[in-house]
């Protein structure tokens, strides 16, 4: 089982406030993501990193913003919730050898803006 | 993801019956990836099927990528209502699996 942590498990908040979903993995994984999942819906990739001080924006646009200043710790901030932004947000780590590479998930985070 | 069709959308079997998932792929798979997701929850790895055509066993779950049809099965023996879920496949495009796309996954569920 994957040593990867997300908090909060659920979250109601209301629009405009500000909120940040925390990532950490004890794995010493180089690769972090961030994906979000509608119900029902495939997961997008919607922030990436490939070690600290690297982000990359992912295939679906989001308002969200990343950093990476520790190894283990991935924080997706949001800067002003709005309901457009209720979603599961999924987070995953992976070790950078190649071609066989396995991404190891997180429990996931449910955002519900009212 | 249009580029990546899982089949069947949903599949209700009895316990003990065998049953099997597809993933179909419009474009080249360099490997694929299956995982399990419990309603509300992250995703766990199940296997891991590279480029060139592999057969994987676990347990009671077979995967299988046919790469000339670029299409891989997840066959169940026996089932178990611990096997239901939603099951995803991921496709790997570039080579590097750090960019998967994945399908919208099948609903399993198992009666007793």
């Known amino acids: 089982e994957a040593d990867i942590y997300q908090t909060p498990r659920y979250l109601v908040i209301g629009t405009g406030k500000k909120i940040t979903l925390e990532c950490s993995q004890t794995m010493g994984h180089d690769k972090m993501y961030w994906y979000q999942q509608d119900p029902g819906m495939e997961l997008h990739l919607i922030h990436y990193?490939?070690?600290?001080?690297?982000?990359e924006k992912g295939d679906l646009s989001s308002e969200s913003t990343v950093s990476r200043i520790r190894t283990e710790h991935f924080p997706l901030t949001l800067e002003s919730a709005r309901p457009s932004h209720t979603s599961q947000y999924l987070c995953?780590?992976?070790?950078?050898?190649?071609?066989?590479?396995?991404?190891?998930f997180g429990p996931g985070t449910r955002l519900l803006v009212l | 993801s249009q580029e990546l069709e899982q089949s069947p959308q949903s599949l209700i079997v009895q316990e003990g019956k065998n049953l099997t998932i597809n993933c179909t792929s419009s474009?080249?798979?360099?490997?694929l990836y299956w995982y399990k997701q419990k309603y509300g929850e992250g995703l766990i790895f199940l296997m891991m099927?590279?480029?060139?055509?592999e057969e994987k066993s676990h347990e009671k779950i077979t995967a299988k990528l046919d790469e000339k049809k670029q299409q891989s099965s997840l066959h169940i023996t026996a089932s178990q209502p611990s096997h239901a879920g939603i099951y995803l496949c991921?496709?790997?495009?570039?080579?590097?699996?750090?960019?998967?796309?994945f399908g919208t996954g099948t609903r399993l569920q198992v009666t007793l």
């Open positions: 099927l590279q480029k060139g055509g």
């Open positions: 991921g496709a790997d495009y570039t080579g590097t699996a750090s960019k998967l796309t």
């Open positions: 474009k080249t798979l360099y490997g």
């Open positions: 995953a780590s992976s070790e950078a050898t190649g071609a066989a590479e396995t991404q190891y």
């Open positions: 990193s490939y070690g600290v001080n690297s982000t």
